[in-house]
């Protein structure tokens, strides 16, 4: 009776590798189906690209001819013969800025930043060259570390900006108070 020998003669031992070639090929596959997905994703967008390029083309050119527009009128305005209607209206204006000024916002707005012991004393406000608000702000306390508390967080604030004290006086014998003018842009919140 013959018998087989369990050795292989082989110089190199059987592999067995259809597992992972079979992972590479499902592998290989998933990241074909990504990439096509990617492609399809990268002609939508182009599409929705090249909508949005003409509707920015559009609003330049409207925004251009807005601003030739807007220029001729300037023009117009700075005739001579119209200079007194330039002024006057600049002056309305600016009436109307003011007057668009809320004092209970601006009242609201320092209650939040103003600790318990700093009295205002007066407050007006102003709008500058660049329209923007600015506040001029007498302030009193009893000592001067409550109105320096007020100043750190007046320009810690988003609706305040930076302060500068124009001037302060010491407590006298009528006015046991220490007081600051102040002055400190303003942003309101609208």
Same mark, same amino acid.
């Given at each position: 009776?013959?018998?087989?020998?369990?050795?292989?003669?082989?110089?190199?031992?059987?592999?067995?590798?259809?597992?992972?070639?079979? %992972?590479?090929?499902?592998?290989?596959?998933? &990241?074909?189906?990504?990439?096509?997905?990617?492609?399809?994703?990268?002609? #939508?967008?182009?599409?929705? @690209? @090249?909508?949005?390029?003409? %509707?920015?083309?559009?609003?330049?050119?409207? &925004?251009?001819?807005?601003?030739?527009?807007?220029?001729?009128?300037?023009?117009?305005?700075?005739?001579?013969?119209?200079?007194?209607?330039?002024?006057? %209206?600049?002056?309305?204006?600016?009436?109307?800025?003011?007057?668009?000024?809320?004092?209970? @916002?601006?009242?609201g707005d320092l209650e939040q930043?103003?600790?318990?012991?700093?009295? #205002?004393?007066?407050? @007006?406000?102003? +709008?500058?060259?660049?329209?923007q608000i600015q506040l001029d702000?007498?302030?009193?306390?009893?000592?001067?570390?409550?109105?320096?508390?007020?100043?750190?967080?007046?320009?810690?604030?988003?609706?305040?900006?930076?302060?500068? +004290? %124009?001037?302060? &006086?010491?407590?006298?014998?009528t006015e046991p108070l220490y007081?600051?003018?102040?002055?400190?842009?303003?942003?309101?919140?609208?």
């Amino acid at each position: 009776m013959r018998g087989t020998a369990g050795i292989n003669l082989a110089s190199q031992p059987f592999r067995r590798d259809r597992p992972f070639l079979v %992972a590479a090929l499902a592998g290989s596959v998933l &990241l074909a189906g990504l990439l096509a997905m990617q492609i399809g994703l990268g002609w #939508v967008h182009s599409a929705e @690209r @090249r909508e949005l390029l003409g %509707a920015v083309e559009t609003m330049e050119a409207q &925004l251009a001819r807005l601003r030739a527009e807007r220029a001729a009128l300037e023009q117009n305005m700075r005739k001579p013969e119209n200079a007194e209607a330039l002024d006057y %209206a600049v002056f309305l204006n600016g009436l109307l800025l003011r007057k668009g000024i809320s004092w209970t @916002r601006i009242f609201g707005d320092l209650e939040q930043v103003l600790p318990h012991s700093v009295r #205002v004393m007066s407050v @007006r406000p102003q +709008v500058n060259a660049d329209n923007q608000i600015q506040l001029d702000m007498t302030v009193a306390a009893q000592s001067p570390e409550p109105v320096i508390q007020l100043l750190m967080k007046l320009e810690s604030s988003d609706r305040f900006g930076a302060t500068q +004290v %124009a001037s302060w &006086l010491p407590p006298t014998q009528t006015e046991p108070l220490y007081r600051y003018r102040v002055n400190v842009n303003y942003a309101p919140q609208y």
